[in-house]
């Protein structure tokens, strides 16, 4: 197939959230105490919650900065690539990017909501997190039909409320939500404890993703304190073999066999040597651990309920004969500073070759709108979606680097892995 005729669905791509977000959904009990932008004395901008301070990481929106440029210091709206917070903005960056449609997680709110989860006062939180929602999803995916995949955000301190928000949302043709990898880092049961069933349950009834995205345990991988932060990107997406173990080795497969896990950003080369491996420990070690599986191998199980995505991942879509093609996703990561952007389709394109059109059709497209129950070509028809068309009508789109003035100024500064986790509250 030819580059300019793909189409690209990136299903792990990132925003910042605009200052007016709240205005038109928050509830007018709760107007004066929703979240607020404000300017630190150091220049910068940050979100305040109840006195809570949340920054925008600065290899959160990274997209257009000299690679040199980059780093975990705290930033403000006028560093960041408009694209990252405003929509008409991010619809042009995917056109010049060739990306037909685009799944969004959050930046201040954390992957799976913990900024508002921890609200002291919960009626609050709650206002606010479904606020968040309904931006989201009314603004943010309504303004473009057809290029957002919604994601929601759910209310990580009661299940039943969880379950609510999951029903609420799929009315609004909502059909994924974001969780954490590994809920205990956040001070909540694991994913091995039944306190989760009426999530999973509602989850299972409407059709919706749970996405497990790297970094959503509020933590990163930390082999020292003085190891370089290189050690920490090295290791993030591959760190999502500890999510993958707990959900295998969990009942919750097995007990909700309708329900669908996406292990976002975590790649798909390290897929087939787990696959082995937990196969040959459930064959060595089930009658003293009292695993069942059945008639199955855990190995089936996995591949056939837990979606994988991939940036530029060579072996893994060469070792594509040992997944199920049918659960690979593409992601572009806009814009993180392991994106693509703005060279997706060129990037994507090498991995693609001896594939055959319908394997390169899923992988591209195809399977991210039928796990989402996303009609892609409902409002915009295929050959106005592919990257060749997308791009003709990216005219004026300014690609080159933008450089901050106040780095300019100051000069970068090495950053460790302790800055980073500094920015990361549980």
Not at 15 to 33: G, S, T, W
Not at 95 to 105: D, E, L, R, T, Y
Not at 278 to 307: C, N
Request: net charge negative; with cysteine.
């Amino acid at each position: 197939m030819d580059m300019n005729d793909l189409v690209l669905v990136s299903v792990d791509d990132h925003l910042v959230e605009p200052p007016d977000m709240f205005r038109n959904h928050i509830p007018a009990k709760y107007r004066d105490q929703a979240p607020k932008v404000v300017q630190r004395k150091d220049g910068t901008d940050a979100w305040v919650f109840e006195g809570q301070e949340a920054t925008n990481v600065g290899l959160n929106a990274v997209a257009g900065r000299p690679p040199d440029e980059y780093g975990a210091e705290p930033t403000k709206f006028s560093e960041i690539r408009e694209g990252c917070y405003d929509i008409d903005a991010r619809i042009a960056d995917m056109n010049a990017n060739g990306v037909a449609a685009s799944m969004n997680f959050p930046s201040y709110p954390q992957f799976c909501g913990q900024y508002f989860a921890r609200a002291q006062d919960k009626g609050l939180g709650l206002a606010v997190l479904r606020a968040y929602n309904d931006w989201h999803v009314d603004e943010w995916c309504g303004a473009y039909p057809g290029r957002m995949i919604p994601l929601g955000l759910p209310p990580l301190w009661d299940p039943q409320l969880m379950a609510d928000e999951v029903r609420r949302l799929a009315r609004k043709g909502c059909h994924s939500v974001s969780f954490s990898e590994n809920p205990t880092k956040l001070n909540y049961p694991s994913l091995h404890d039944p306190h989760w069933d009426p999530f999973w349950t509602a989850c299972s009834d409407t059709n919706t993703v749970v996405n497990l995205h790297i970094g959503s345990s509020s933590s990163v991988v930390i082999t020292s304190v003085d190891a370089p932060i290189d050690t920490m990107i090295t290791l993030q997406p591959m760190s999502i073999v500890n999510a993958a173990a707990d959900l295998i080795w969990s009942p919750t497969l097995r007990k909700f066999p309708d329900l669908t896990f996406a292990l976002s950003e975590g790649g798909i080369g390290w897929v087939p040597y787990f696959l082995e491996r937990i196969d040959r420990v459930y064959k060595m070690h089930r009658a003293w651990t009292h695993q069942d599986f059945g008639d199955r191998l855990p190995s089936e199980v996995f591949l056939e309920r837990i979606a994988l995505c991939f940036i530029d991942d060579e072996f893994g879509v060469e070792s594509r004969g040992k997944l199920n093609l049918d659960m690979i996703s593409w992601e572009c990561d806009y814009p993180h500073s392991d994106s693509t952007w703005p060279q997706a389709p060129e990037t994507l394109d090498i991995y693609l070759d001896g594939l055959s059109d319908d394997e390169i059709d899923r992988i591209t497209h195809r399977n991210a709108a039928r796990l989402y129950s996303f009609d892609l070509f409902r409002h915009n028809p295929r050959e106005q979606l592919t990257v060749g068309a997308l791009r003709s009508r990216a005219t004026g789109v300014d690609l080159g680097y933008r450089s901050s003035e106040r780095l300019r100024k100051t000069g970068t500064e090495t950053v460790t892995v302790l800055n980073l986790v500094s920015n990361l509250p549980s």
